[in-house]
Nanobody, 122 residues
């Protein structure tokens, strides 16, 4: 599966952005989907994940209550709605596809998009 992330940009603290990740192929619904992020000089970290049909979602403590992951299997797309953004959310955001539901562990995701930059100004 090939993934294409979009929707990043520059936003002020307290603002919102919605990231999208479009997948190619007809097997999108067989993958769990995740979002990770990597800030300059830091390791890649888990942000959110969603199960095959969207019935289960998982979030890191740092974004819980502010970010929402969702998916539309008919459109082969996963979304990350980001509200109440903070400067510490600044990072390149990556979408990923894997087989292990609810995994926070990036090696469990076999396919990765190219990343989209989110910059939150204070």
């Amino acid at each position: 599966v090939q993934l294409q992330a979009s929707g990043g940009g520059l936003v002020q603290a307290g603002g919102s952005l919605r990231l999208s990740c479009a997948a190619s192929g007809r097997t999108f619904s067989s993958y769990v989907m995740g979002w990770f992020r990597q800030a300059p000089g830091k390791e890649r970290e888990f942000v959110a994940a969603i199960s095959w049909r969207g019935g289960s979602t998982y979030y890191s403590d740092s974004v819980k209550g502010r970010f929402t992951i969702s998916r539309d299997n008919a459109k082969n797309t996963v979304y990350l709605q980001m509200n109440s953004l903070k400067p510490e959310d600044t990072a390149v955001y990556y979408c990923a596809a894997g087989r292990t539901s609810g995994s926070y562990y990036y090696p469990d995701y076999a396919y990765w998009g190219q990343g989209t930059l989110v910059t939150v100004s204070s």
